[in-house]
């Protein structure tokens, strides 16, 4: 697993928690960043306008945001939603996604539901969304970079989705040749550390599949009594 970012490691370790957990599978692994585009049925650019908080929350079916769509940077934006199903942080968890981080989701996605679940209120974001039984949900599953906090035009993580998004329209045999081309254009920008950071992002899809969180075979679970935990060699 990966660790909290630094400067939110007290606060987060405090935060409260949502009613549900997170226990991934062994072989699961966490999407890259092109293959969260190329799965999520929405990618909705929102803002906050309001919601529960999440000291309010006493479950699950409690938690909801409320969300003015801007743009549907994937999927018809007449069908996006007007609420999501998770909550509103209080100030002392308002923290927003770090701009130049384009490869681990935000911190509150380390604890909990292993999902980001509290947005600041007023807060634009970008959303990859779902369609089951009838209700948008977060894409990706745990760890992934749902929603991400993009408070202007220019941000890199819109650059890098809007990419991307193209890329995946394309037939999968140009896909690796479009992914180089923009890496080498990105990364001959040597005076642009933004250039340089989606660069990096880009190299990272061309390097494939990320590994599984753990290798499959025994595990222990941290929480379980000593006496019955499983052994390993």
Same mark, same amino acid.
């Given at each position: 697993?990966?660790? &909290? &970012?630094? /400067?939110?490691?007290?606060?987060?370790?405090?935060?409260? %928690?949502?009613?549900?957990?997170?226990?991934?599978?062994?072989?699961?692994?966490? *999407?890259?960043?092109? +293959?969260?585009?190329?799965?999520?049925?929405?990618?909705?650019?929102?803002?906050?306008?309001? !919601?529960? #908080?999440?000291?309010?929350?006493?479950?699950?079916?409690?938690?909801?945001?409320?969300?003015?769509?801007?743009?549907? &940077?994937? !999927?018809? $934006?007449? =069908?996006?939603?007007?609420? %999501? *199903?998770?909550?509103?942080?209080?100030?002392?968890?308002?923290?927003?996604? =770090? *701009?130049?981080?384009?490869?681990?989701?935000?911190?509150?996605?380390?604890?909990?539901?292993?999902?980001?679940?509290?947005?600041?209120?007023?807060?634009?974001?970008?959303? /990859? $969304?779902?369609?089951?039984?009838?209700?948008?949900? #977060?894409?990706?599953?745990? /760890?992934?970079?749902?929603? +991400?906090?993009? &408070?202007?035009?220019?941000?890199?993580?819109?650059?890098?989705?809007? /990419?991307?998004?193209?890329?995946?329209? $394309?037939?999968?045999?140009?896909?690796?040749?479009?992914?180089?081309?923009?890496?080498?254009?990105?990364?001959?920008?040597?005076?642009?550390?933004?250039?340089? $950071?989606?660069?990096?992002?880009?190299?990272?899809?061309?390097?494939?599949? =990320?590994? *599984? %969180?753990?290798?499959? !075979?025994?595990?222990?679970?941290?929480?379980?009594?000593?006496?019955?935990?499983?052994?390993? +060699?």
């Amino acid at each position: 697993m990966r660790f &909290l &970012l630094p /400067f939110a490691v007290f606060a987060l370790a405090a935060a409260p %928690l949502p009613a549900f957990a997170c226990s991934p599978a062994p072989s699961y692994a966490v *999407p890259t960043n092109m +293959e969260l585009v190329a799965g999520a049925d929405m990618i909705l650019l929102a803002t906050v306008t309001g !919601g529960a #908080p999440i000291d309010a929350v006493d479950g699950p079916d409690t938690m909801r945001i409320d969300i003015k769509p801007i743009a549907a &940077l994937k !999927g018809d $934006l007449a =069908n996006a939603p007007a609420t %999501l *199903p998770i909550a509103i942080a209080p100030d002392r968890f308002a923290i927003p996604s =770090n *701009p130049y981080d384009l490869a681990n989701a935000h911190p509150l996605a380390e604890i909990g539901g292993c999902i980001r679940y509290m947005v600041p209120k007023g807060s634009r974001l970008l959303f /990859f $969304l779902d369609r089951r039984e009838g209700q948008w949900v #977060p894409a990706g599953g745990p /760890f992934s970079r749902w929603a +991400e906090d993009v &408070l202007t035009d220019d941000a890199p993580w819109l650059q890098a989705v809007r /990419f991307y998004i193209d890329v995946a329209e $394309l037939p999968e045999s140009e896909r690796t040749a479009v992914l180089a081309a923009r890496r080498d254009e990105w990364a001959a920008k040597d005076g642009d550390p933004v250039a340089q $950071l989606l660069a990096a992002d880009v190299a990272r899809q061309l390097a494939g599949p =990320n590994k *599984p %969180l753990r290798d499959e !075979g025994p595990w222990v679970d941290p929480d379980a009594p000593a006496e019955t935990a499983p052994e390993t +060699e």
